[in-house]
């Protein structure tokens, strides 16, 4: 599994070198001193976590295609210490830098307070700091048509739920999945389990294997890596999973029902075009839901499917965009 991850994490790399130093129709006409240079401080992952990460470095990889850019990256493995990490990308010259995942908001609040003229981007948490634009997703909403979703599937009426870690964010995640899960099947019970680390499919095996074995027979995770480890034993079990942040369905094809996308690709291209096209980035906190689709599902597969089935979960959207319905 570890040497899969360094192979997946070679070919990103080696992608991303080929693709910044080749041309295209856009970067033919900006000059490379003109173009814009951004910068992104990984979550702890990082490349090859097969969601998060992968996800934004995506999202760069189209802004660079498609606006012109140019993008540099930086990973917690190499620079030790998030702080030293955005540090390096601010003294490369960076036009903006980013900051993914909330784990890097203390160091990158730190950073930005030492550089008040540095423009920051800061990703899955709020800051305050006139410098910083916050983009946060309501996986509140895209958990709660997991939770819909998993109530469809589950024949047992027991159901897990693994996170990452014990943290805010991610209780948006579990306490979503729940109310769905209970709004189509309110006597179904739901396990939840923090892992405590999101880049161990070892943990995230043995926690859902400790599921099954109790009657649990679809479980969801949001747990970056640690998951995918789940969803594996869920296909070696012969039991359903949801996976998150990016469609997962190619890790466990027997076993994921559906993922939770959360579309930080979309969201980092959004907000990057709108600073090549009008020289600023979004001030404050930009936050993306079922309604902007920020959030959404993966396409329904593995289990059995039908129209009814599907309108069911397009009436619950359409309830959650209205607000009818409180998924937090």
Not at 96 to 105: A, D, N, Y
Not at 225 to 241: H, K, P, S
Request: proline share 2%.
């Amino acid at each position: 599994m570890k040497q899969q991850r360094r192979i997946w994490h070679l070919v990103i790399a080696l992608l991303a070198m080929f693709t910044m130093m080749s041309g295209c129709s856009t970067e033919e006409a900006i000059t490379k001193k003109d173009r814009i240079k951004v910068g992104i401080m990984l979550s702890d992952v990082g490349l090859g976590d097969q969601s998060f990460s992968d996800s934004a470095f995506h999202g760069l990889m189209k802004a660079r295609d498609e606006l012109g850019i140019i993008f540099d990256y930086r990973e917690l493995k190499d620079t030790k210490t998030y702080e030293q990490g955005l540090k390096e990308l601010i003294e490369d010259g960076n036009d903006i830098v980013i900051g993914l995942g909330f784990m890097v908001q203390k160091d990158l609040e730190k950073v930005a307070k030492q550089y008040p003229k540095q423009r920051f981007i800061l990703v899955d948490a709020v800051s305050d700091l006139p410098n910083v634009t916050s983009i946060t997703f309501k996986e509140d909403e895209g958990s709660f048509l997991a939770g819909v979703v998993a109530a469809l599937a589950t024949k047992t009426n027991h159901l897990g739920f693994i996170g990452g870690a014990d943290v805010p964010l991610i209780h948006k995640f579990a306490t979503g999945f729940e109310k769905g899960v209970h709004a189509v099947k309110p006597s179904a019970s739901v396990q939840i389990v923090y892992a405590g680390d999101f880049g161990n499919d070892k943990l995230g095996a043995n926690i859902a294997k400790d599921m099954f074995a109790k009657k649990c027979d679809v479980v969801y995770t949001a747990a970056g890596f640690t998951g995918v480890g789940a969803l594996r034993e869920a296909e070696a079990r012969g039991a359903y999973a949801i996976g998150v942040d990016s469609d997962q369905y190619f890790y466990a094809e027997k076993a994921v029902v559906t993922s939770m996308v959360k579309n930080v690709d979309v969201a980092l291209f959004n907000v990057l075009k709108e600073y090549v096209q009008n020289g600023k980035l979004p001030e404050g906190t930009v936050e993306l839901g079922l309604a902007e689709n920020g959030v959404g599902l993966a396409p329904i597969r593995v289990i059995p499917w039908d129209e009814q089935k599907q309108k069911l979960v397009e009436q619950w959207k359409q309830k959650v965009i209205d607000g009818e319905v409180a998924t937090r």
